[in-house]
């Protein structure tokens, strides 16, 4: 009998959970009117969203139902708060972020850059992947207009103490963004609480649909428009509200809130599982990341001496799918840019595997796994021409990676 496939990329994607997609349908037929309209076609929709606002509302524990500005995702929200601070943070230039953020902060903060629309401040991490906290403070001036720094990063699963770091930022006189596309509906919020003045979230990435997410703004803090046109979600994002999308979020919000407290502790119970037996049939391979403040769902492990491309294809072949941070760009593949921020040496880089779970994950998911990575590993090193040179003479290196990996 063919194994089930096993999906290891929640972190890329999840799927829709099919109570999102019963929410949503209606909303394509028979209710198919524009929220705007004054007639009841417009009104049910309209009601819909209102609906759908405070679902989300309440799993990001904001205060006001209308500090939520829906966007088409993580990447149009990072860049609408990111540039509206520039905007409206008189006499401030200067934007400071972290080296592992997502494309959607980087490439906009280094086309900034490029252009002279801003001076941008890149905050490294350590071998963990935590913040500088130094060169943090250090940066922050009277010129910062806004900090953006993830509430977890995507490939490593680490967290930031976004709380602190807001605060930081807030006695400079700047705004504090924080791109939480992979935090949100993994871990408890209550930004009511929080200083955070802007928060980007995806509604895939939590079983919800793809091509909608939101910008929490704090009342009181002035958004800039992005997109301009309409008067739709208060004059600060035009176009006609996707509501098969909105509704979708609503639902997916409020069966992440539901779910959240049971999930995060199985589904952490998995990761672990997994990491362990992984490390233990495996030799040179290690996780990377903050094994203590870390996303529940998330493992990256790093074989060394092997090419993560590789092993995904092999990984393929069995019916898994996980990632690798590496990016083929002209021709070369490039370890991701988080692992070499984290000063993980490139022998162990190019072997990065991110396996990220859901609450649609099994233990015989697991199982399946442990069953076959020994064997891809096993084989593609026979065939590394890396593994056979790592001592020169066919003995092991001791030392051959920075320990404070293991
Ligand atoms: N930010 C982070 C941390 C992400 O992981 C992603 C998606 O991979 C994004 C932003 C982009 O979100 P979207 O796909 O909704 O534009």
Redesign the pocket.
């Known amino acids: 009998m063919a194994n089930d496939p096993v999906y290891l990329d929640n ?2 994607t999840t799927r829709c959970d099919p109570r999102v997609v019963s929410a949503m349908l209606p909303y394509f037929s028979e209710q198919f009117g524009n929220a705007s309209s004054m007639h009841a076609f417009g009104s049910e929709v309209g009601g819909a969203l209102a609906r759908a606002r405070k679902q989300l509302q309440t799993l990001l524990g904001a205060a006001f139902d209308h500090e939520i500005v829906y966007t ?5 929200a ?1 860049n609408m708060a990111i540039l509206s601070a520039l905007d409206t943070q008189r006499g401030r230039d200067e934007v400071i972020t972290s080296a592992v ?2 494309p ?2 980087l490439s906009l903060v280094a086309h900034l850059e490029k252009t002279g629309a801003a001076k941008v401040h890149i905050i490294p991490v350590d071998a963990k992947g935590r913040l500088d906290m130094e060169a943090y403070r250090k940066a922050l001036g009277p010129r910062t207009a806004i900090v953006s720094i ?1 509430w977890a ?2 490939e490593t699963g680490t967290i930031f103490p976004v709380e602190k770091l807001a605060e930081m930022a807030h006695e400079a006189g700047a705004l504090f963004h924080t ?1 939480a ?2 935090a949100v509906g993994k871990i408890p919020m209550d930004l009511k609480e929080t200083g955070i003045d802007m928060l ?1 979230l ?4 939590l079983h919800g649909p ?1 091509g909608i ?1 939101a910008l929490y703004v704090r009342k009181g803090v002035r958004l800039r428009a992005l997109i301009r046109g309409g008067h739709q979600e208060r004059g600060r994002r035009a176009g006609t509200e996707n509501a098969p999308g909105i509704i979708g979020l609503g639902m997916a919000a409020e069966l992440a809130a539901e779910h959240m407290h049971e999930e995060q502790t199985r589904v952490a119970a998995l990761r672990d599982r997994l990491e362990a037996g992984l490390l233990a049939s495996i030799s040179h391979s290690f996780t990377t990341g903050d094994p203590q403040t870390r996303l529940p769902n998330t493992a990256n492990v790093a074989f060394e001496y092997i090419e993560g491309e590789a092993i995904l294809l092999l990984m393929n072949r069995e019916g898994i799918a996980a990632s690798s941070g590496s990016a083929c760009t002209s021709g070369s593949l490039e370890p991701s840019h988080v692992l070499r921020a984290m000063n993980v040496p490139y022998t162990a880089a190019h072997g990065a595997i991110r396996f990220s779970f859901s609450r649609e994950n099994t233990e015989a998911d697991v199982d399946r796994v442990l069953e076959v990575m020994p064997q891809i590993i096993a084989r593609l090193r026979e065939m590394s021409p890396f593994w056979q040179a790592r001592d020169g003479d066919g003995r092991e290196t001791e030392g051959a990676f920075n320990p404070t990996y293991a």
């Not at 088409?72 to 149009?76: A, I, K, L, M």
């Open positions: 972190n890329a088409s995702g993580g990447t149009e990072d953020e997502h959607a902060v993830m990063n995507n791109d596309v992979q980007s995806s509604g895939h990435k793809k997410g």
